[in-house]
């Protein structure tokens, strides 16, 4: 969500100007807006833009709540009211450029920062500063934009008395993974402000983000220690622990519990606002609490239902009736979701594939695939839904369809982790998909067999100890060869699989006693043309293997009977 990226890592300009007389209050309210507390900065902005109506940072602060909750036609209105209540205030035209990069119009961003630089004095080196967070903080951050104005906020400060210019700087390296050049910077933030708790939970971020899970949770628990009602610090180690428990399978649970304990604390000690509800929402998805979250989401619909982010809740409620088996409300639920989303850029992968999900378990298989085969191509990760429509599709006899599914999968995701089942499956689906054509008399192509071949050929490969694999490429290339004239095409096929249950693994012939009397018989057949004996082994071996098998015993009677000498009467 972009909230949750700006709450995150947009760091706050505390800088207080104006006179002392409301300055407090003023310094209340971004204390509020840095702890997250959205609501209560936004009530105590409003006051402040009424009683003192021509002092601009009043607005530019507001429009910074509304930026950072998502509401960008709210933050372009009162900066807008800022800069004609107070021309002189530079700020306001850099949350307009704020909400110019927010809306991907980076033209008229410019215009707006470059209004700001020419209204602010030349000692002035805050607009510099928030110009280049604003390019860093973008959806799309533009560090080469961006580095200019921070450097010239960076020698403009030539006291180096503002810890925010090189919080702002650590920001702007620790976005592009330059951890030194960032930690350098915070370090110097915190030299100048020891108690800058930002900055600290940003080194506890950027290690999380390295996967040093140990030191970033050292690093937030100091922050705790320092200031226990600093709600910040809870957010963030509460997305720790939710990201090393996705590390660590073997502790998720464990992880995720301590995770949702520490963002029960952040909502907690922040005004329990609708944007931080929500973010707890996702929290309860993540960790897998559906219960939670179906009861969460229930409460969110109630609370705000004309909230601009209400489909979002729409999202979370279809997500959890789905996990609660509840599908024909989750599938109420998604349609309301796409009906009501306005922006289309906003719909991600997940939203298609819980919709196909809902739809494939209320039968309506065709219309399934179109969502599921869309969720697999905004997000590759959600390939095995579509593996579960083709299996559905196997499981119904529909071999045909079944296959072209496998192989939107296999080349959506080739090197998924469930791909083996994928090609395997396949090349089954084709196999019958083939026979059954042979069975309706419509003349099928053979080029159906090269397929399944094919993907059954790339079991063997990426999985060479499944020994079916051979048995399935040994009937398929029983159809493959030329009927008239068989040129053995089964044999190294049926040879390895026997090879794989004798020879590699011969605790697994009792398993496979009727599948290896299979081959057997299909290799003593080819042979008993060109080479009776071996022919013979064959088929003895077949009825070692499965003493009750009829084809083996009755063909070996046949081999073993006298030839007739010729012109002889019988």
Known sequence: MKMTKKAITLSLGLVVMGSASFAQSLDDAKKALDAEQFQKATSMLKSLVTSQA?????????????????????????????VAADPKYSLNYVGLGEADLVTNNATSAK???????????????????????????????????????????????????????????????????????????????????????????????????SRAFPESESTLKEVIAADPNYGPAYREIAELYMQWANFEPQSFDAKAALALENYKKYLDLTDKSFESRLRYAQFLFYAKDYKTLEQETSALASVSPNDPKAPVVLRMRGYSAYENKNYPQSLQYMNDFFAKIKDTSRIVGSDYLYLGKALLESGNDSLALVNITKAVEKDSNNVEALTEVAKAFYDAKKYEKAADIYDKAITAAPNAKGVLYSYYYNGLARYFQYAAGVNAKTNPPKDILVKADSAIAKVTLLAPETSDAYLWRGRINSLLDDEANPKGLMVPHFEAFVKKVTVDKPELAAANARKLSEAYDQLGAFYSTTDKEKAKEYFTKSVAANPAGTFAPAKLKELSAPVAKAGTKR
């Open 54 to 82: 021509n002092k601009g940072e009043n607005y530019y602060y507001l429009g910074e709540v509304y930026l950072r909750t998502d509401y960008v036609d709210s933050a372009r209105a009162v900066f807008t009211k800022g």
């Open 111 to 209: 215009t707006n920062f470059d209004k700001a630089i020419e209204t602010a004095s030349r000692r002035d080196y805050v607009p510099s500063m928030f110009i280049g967070k604003a390019y860093v903080a973008a959806e799309k951050p533009d560090f080469a934009a961006a580095l200019p104005f921070l450097t010239k906020a960076d020698e403009m400060d030539k006291d180096d008395k503002d810890a925010e210019t090189f919080l702002a700087l650590g920001d702007f390296y620790a976005a592009q993974k330059k951890n030194s050049e960032a930690l350098q910077n915070y370090l110097r933030a915190l030299n100048i402000k020891g108690d800058l708790h930002r900055a600290k939970v940003q080194i506890g971020r950027m290690y999380k983000e």
